[in-house]
């Protein structure tokens, strides 16, 4: 393998992608055209680049829809974290909306998206283009050194992660709250893996129910692909703290390519069981093609028939 990158260079890679990205959306947006996601998503992948490593494996037309990517977090412990990243980008207009259900205004688009991710083992999360801080305005990050001409922790959100269960819970199927919800509870991708960002799960619902490793992870501070796979996690089980459904005590058995061998079944009113559909993407090991990446060797069409590209960040 390539020397592994630190957590510090990652996020710096990071910054200058969502520094790049910025700058084409400010041209597009001056010029009073659109900014797309298929575009924004190879700017991201290749200003960070070399940090970042991929392989595409079809060049679909430019349009409105994202294309799915299968990413790869792998740490020098040699433990990895994989999610399928679906493109969706922010429409600001006499109402915000995400396309989550485009183009037939069904679920079709995201149960094939579900449907995917599940065979590839790993968990669905959208990658949100939500335009600069002036797109968004008036809307803010709402801390108290926010700053209307120039703002970091709005500026960050530009590129972002949602984990795909999340997008339709705060009010269902094109609803006009998805997109607020959506910004709300969204990750900016540049500290997915700051070292200084570290996630807390320590009022989860069904803590009293895990011990060992899965409990270390849920209350110790992590770093490396458990660090990725926390912050996700952190997201979707402050939700369902918020949920008043009675958690369930039953357990369900993972498989052997997982780090975690149980998880609670508890499915709240997310509609599946959070912690397995997460942390599902956390392995043992990367999987084989994985190493095909980055070796700049062939990804088996089981793969690469699935996704449009696979990426691999070096932890």
Same mark, same amino acid.
């Given at each position: 393998?390539? @020397?592994? @990158?630190?957590?510090?260079?990652?996020?710096?890679?990071?910054?200058?992608?969502?520094?790049?990205? @910025?700058?084409?959306? +400010?041209?597009?947006?001056?010029?009073? =055209?659109? $900014?797309?996601?298929?575009?924004?998503? #190879? +700017?991201?992948?290749?200003?960070?680049?070399?940090?970042?490593?991929?392989? *595409?494996?079809s060049?679909? %037309? @430019?349009?409105?829809?994202?294309?799915?990517?299968?990413?790869?977090?792998?740490?020098?412990?040699?433990?990895?974290? #994989?999610?399928?990243?679906q493109?969706?980008?922010?429409?600001?207009?006499?109402? $915000?909306?995400?396309?989550?259900?485009?183009?037939?205004?069904?679920?079709?688009? /995201?149960?094939k998206?579900?449907?995917?991710?599940?065979?590839? #083992?790993?968990?669905?999360?959208?990658?949100?283009?939500?335009?600069?801080?002036? &797109? /968004?305005?008036?809307?803010?990050?709402?801390?108290?050194?926010?700053?209307?001409?120039?703002?970091?922790?709005?500026?960050?959100?530009?590129?972002?992660?949602?984990?795909?269960?999340?997008?339709?819970?705060?009010?269902?199927?094109?609803?006009?709250?998805?997109a +607020?919800?959506?910004?709300?509870?969204?990750?900016?991708?540049?500290?997915?893996?700051?070292?200084?960002?570290?996630?807390?799960?320590? &009022?989860? /619902?069904?803590?009293?129910?895990?011990?060992?490793?899965?409990?270390?992870?849920?209350?110790?501070?992590?770093?490396?692909?458990?660090?990725?796979?926390?912050?996700?996690?952190? /997201?979707? =089980?402050?939700?369902?703290?918020?949920?008043?459904?009675?958690? =369930?005590?039953?357990?369900?058995?993972? *498989?052997?390519?997982?780090?975690?061998?149980? &998880?609670? =079944?508890?499915?709240?009113?997310? #509609?599946?069981?959070?912690?397995e559909? +997460?942390l599902?993407?956390?392995?043992?090991?990367?999987?084989?093609?994985?190493?095909?990446?980055?070796?700049? %060797?062939?990804?088996?069409?089981?793969?690469? *028939?699935?996704?449009?590209?696979?990426?691999v960040?070096q932890?």
């Amino acid at each position: 393998m390539d @020397e592994i @990158e630190s957590g510090e260079d990652v996020v710096a890679a990071f910054r200058a992608a969502r520094l790049a990205a @910025e700058e084409h959306m +400010i041209a597009m947006d001056d010029a009073g =055209s659109t $900014w797309h996601e298929t575009t924004i998503t #190879g +700017i991201v992948l290749q200003h960070a680049h070399p940090t970042v490593k991929f392989v *595409d494996f079809s060049q679909r %037309q @430019e349009g409105t829809t994202g294309a799915d990517w299968l990413w790869w977090w792998v740490d020098e412990s040699g433990e990895a974290f #994989g999610m399928l990243v679906q493109a969706k980008r922010l429409k600001v207009g006499s109402r $915000w909306t995400i396309d989550f259900s485009y183009p037939d205004g069904t679920s079709a688009q /995201r149960d094939k998206l579900f449907a995917s991710a599940r065979e590839l #083992g790993v968990p669905p999360v959208y990658g949100l283009y939500l335009g600069t801080q002036a &797109y /968004r305005a008036p809307v803010t990050c709402g801390r108290a050194d926010h700053d209307d001409s120039d703002c970091l922790a709005c500026r960050m959100a530009t590129v972002s992660l949602l984990p795909a269960i999340l997008a339709t819970v705060g009010g269902g199927m094109n609803s006009d709250n998805d997109a +607020i919800w959506a910004v709300e509870h969204a990750i900016p991708f540049e500290t997915l893996v700051d070292p200084a960002e570290q996630p807390d799960c320590a &009022y989860d /619902r069904n803590l009293a129910l895990v011990d060992g490793e899965l409990r270390d992870l849920l209350l110790a501070n992590q770093h490396g692909a458990r660090h990725v796979a926390k912050a996700l996690f952190e /997201r979707v =089980s402050s939700v369902r703290a918020m949920q008043f459904s009675a958690a =369930s005590e039953l357990m369900i058995e993972g *498989d052997s390519e997982q780090l975690f061998d149980r &998880y609670p =079944s508890d499915r709240g009113h997310l #509609g599946v069981a959070y912690f397995e559909h +997460i942390l599902r993407g956390l392995r043992t090991a990367a999987p084989a093609y994985v190493l095909d990446v980055l070796a700049d %060797q062939s990804v088996p069409p089981s793969v690469a *028939d699935l996704v449009e590209g696979v990426v691999v960040v070096q932890l």
